[in-house]
């Protein structure tokens, strides 16, 4: 069946340093989102990309969307402690499935 | 605008038991999904209802049954729990389901199950 795989699973980072995890699907995605989900918390909507290469931005948060709909990745710049969490991309095929990524947990040490 | 609530918050069952977890929907979202979330499983879907309809469904067994009334409020019920039935159980909601708009999850139901 159709999966998204994300990777890594885990990212350790010291503060001030970069951090990217990367959504691959098998198959075309006609969009992706992603969330957060805080220790303790939930899942909270970021962003979703729907074109092909699209690049968005949020502050620290870079977003890219694969030429192909098959990837997509999420970069953040100089980590802060308040970034901690885990980050789960969700993609949706052109016939309607969605999945979510296993989702990568960033600790961010001080 | 009030947020996706699930009740209760937390659950303590024994093997065999069955349960019922409850979702209500932010007002205006029609669609409503559940997913389990385990330590190092990441978000399972279980299903999703849409105007009282089951849209669609995930690879668990058929212990793991849900449905949804006509103010959209949804309920999941699992029936002769296994231990391995514990986790984190979340519902999200949107307006047309799927992944055509952003989901808003709830804080999630845990259930232990002993």
């Known amino acids: 069946g159709q999966q998204v795989m994300q990777i890594p699973q885990y990212q350790h980072v010291q503060e001030g340093e970069d951090f990217t995890t990367y959504c691959n699907s098998s198959?075309?995605?006609?969009?992706i989102q992603w969330y957060k989900q805080r220790p303790g918390g939930h899942p909270v909507f970021l962003i979703q990309?729907?074109?092909?290469?699209e690049v968005k931005k949020q502050k620290r948060l870079t977003f890219q969307f694969g030429e192909a709909k098959k990837n997509s990745s999420l970069h953040i710049t100089a980590t802060q402690t308040t970034d901690v969490g885990t980050y789960f991309c969700?993609?949706?095929?052109?016939?309607?499935?969605?999945?979510f990524g296993d989702g990568t947990t960033l600790t961010v040490k001080p | 605008k009030a947020g996706v609530t699930q009740t209760p918050r937390y659950l303590i069952k024994t093997r065999g038991q069955q349960v019922t977890l409850s979702c209500s929907p932010i007002?205006?979202?029609?669609?409503v999904s559940w997913y389990q979330q385990t330590p190092g499983q990441g978000l399972q879907f279980l299903f999703e209802?849409?105007?009282?309809?089951?849209?669609n469904k995930g690879n668990f067994p058929g212990r793991f049954s849900g449905r949804q009334f006509s103010n959209s409020r949804s309920e999941m019920n699992v029936s002769t729990l296994e231990l391995g039935d514990s986790a984190l159980y979340l519902c999200?909601?949107?307006f047309g389901g799927g992944l055509n708009s952003p989901l808003h999850f709830g804080n999630g139901t845990r259930l232990t199950v002993t």
């Open positions: 007002s205006g979202h029609r669609s």
């Open positions: 198959t075309t995605l006609s969009n």
């Open positions: 990309l729907v074109k092909s290469g």
């Open positions: 209802y849409f105007s009282e309809t089951q849209r």
């Open positions: 969700a993609g949706r095929t052109n016939a309607g499935k969605s999945t």
């Open positions: 999200a909601s949107n």
